[in-house]
């Protein structure tokens, strides 16, 4: 069993709607969990950062963790085509330097 | 005023050949770290370091060497490149560990 397990998708939905992406884990040791946002052929964005259970919303942006079930989500209001990229979950134990443990991520399509 | 930056965008190389990568972080961060991104798409932690101490190594053959010249520098040296090494190569920087920061990365490609 992977430690991060993300659907690759592609997701394609219209422009407006609301969009759902998820991930679930397996190591209960994960405190901290990102939503990274990736354009093709440029570097991870760091869009979301949650810290334990709970919501955080940032703009059209909604992270959602539920560490009871293992299982984390972004949501995005009102999508846009510039929305469509690829979407990377990360979480970590904690602070120090370790790595972040990623997502394969999820391709985001989204239809004018 | 770039955050994270590395050089050279791409590399283009024979098997065999040594190379390095360089990253700089402007973000005044206190632990800089390589990713590699594989065909598949998928980032894996490579090395870390917190004030030019190697915190972490995950599994890479030692073919692969990070070195800190300063905090805000953390530089890849590989030697005796493979075909299995062409990826995407990205350096990140955080303070504190959660947060990290990406630089827009480095394709190599090994002929």
């Known amino acids: 069993q992977k430690e991060v397990e993300q659907d690759p998708g592609p997701l394609s939905v219209p422009e407006g709607a609301i969009v759902s992406l998820n991930c679930t884990y397996s190591?209960?040791?994960?405190?901290?969990f990102m939503w990274y946002r990736q354009y093709s052929r440029k570097g991870p964005e760091l869009l979301m950062y949650?810290?334990?259970?709970g919501n955080k919303e940032d703009g059209r942006f909604t992270a959602q963790v539920d560490k009871s079930s293992k299982y984390i989500s972004l949501f995005i209001r009102d999508s846009q085509p510039s929305d469509s990229a690829t979407y990377l979950c990360?979480?970590?134990?904690?602070?120090?330097?370790?790595?972040?443990?990623f997502g394969k991520g999820t391709h985001l399509i989204i239809q004018p | 005023d770039t955050a994270v930056s590395q050089t050279p965008k791409y590399l283009v190389t024979q098997m065999g050949n040594d190379k390095s990568i360089k990253c700089e972080q402007n973000?005044?961060?206190?632990?800089m770290y390589w990713y590699k991104q594989d065909s598949k798409k998928f980032l894996k932690i490579m090395f870390s370091?917190?004030?030019?101490?190697?915190?972490i190594n995950e599994t890479v053959p030692n073919r692969f060497s990070p070195k800190s010249p300063d905090k805000a520098h953390l530089n890849l040296h590989i030697n005796s490149l493979e075909l299995g090494d062409s990826a995407v190569y990205f350096c990140?920087?955080?303070?504190?560990?959660?947060?990290?920061?990406f630089g827009p990365g480095t394709r190599l490609l090994v002929l």
């Open positions: 990140a920087s955080s303070h504190g560990g959660e947060t990290q920061y």
């Open positions: 190591n209960s040791a994960f405190q901290y």
């Open positions: 949650t810290y334990s259970s």
């Open positions: 990360a979480m970590i134990t904690g602070g120090g330097a370790d790595g972040l443990t």
């Open positions: 973000l005044g961060h206190d632990t």
């Open positions: 370091y917190n004030n030019k101490e190697l915190i």
